[in-house]
């Protein structure tokens, strides 16, 4: 795995990980994530108790979604 792998590798249990404590601190919300491999190849968050997310939480979570994005495609172009 090179360098940049392993960063984005990091990246994204990182950012993972915060969004769920995230949701949990500031909505009282579980959440979880998974790689939709077969699909839109993009990450996916839904509520474990399988409500949908409210107006609020949608926006924080394209806001969050859109800082992530960024993130990666610094480590994609290789930016030291």
Do not use: C, W
Not at 23 to 40: A, C, H, P, Q, T
């Amino acid at each position: 795995m090179t360098k940049l792998e392993k960063m984005a590798r990091k990246l994204n249990d990182d950012f993972r990980d915060i969004l769920i404590a995230e949701m949990r601190e500031k909505f009282g919300i579980e959440v979880e994530n998974y790689f939709d491999i077969l699909g839109s190849m993009r990450l996916i968050t839904t509520r474990v108790d399988e409500k949908a997310f409210t107006p609020k939480q949608l926006a924080h979570l394209r806001a969050f979604s859109d800082g992530y994005g960024k993130a990666m495609d610094i480590v994609r172009r290789g930016t030291p």
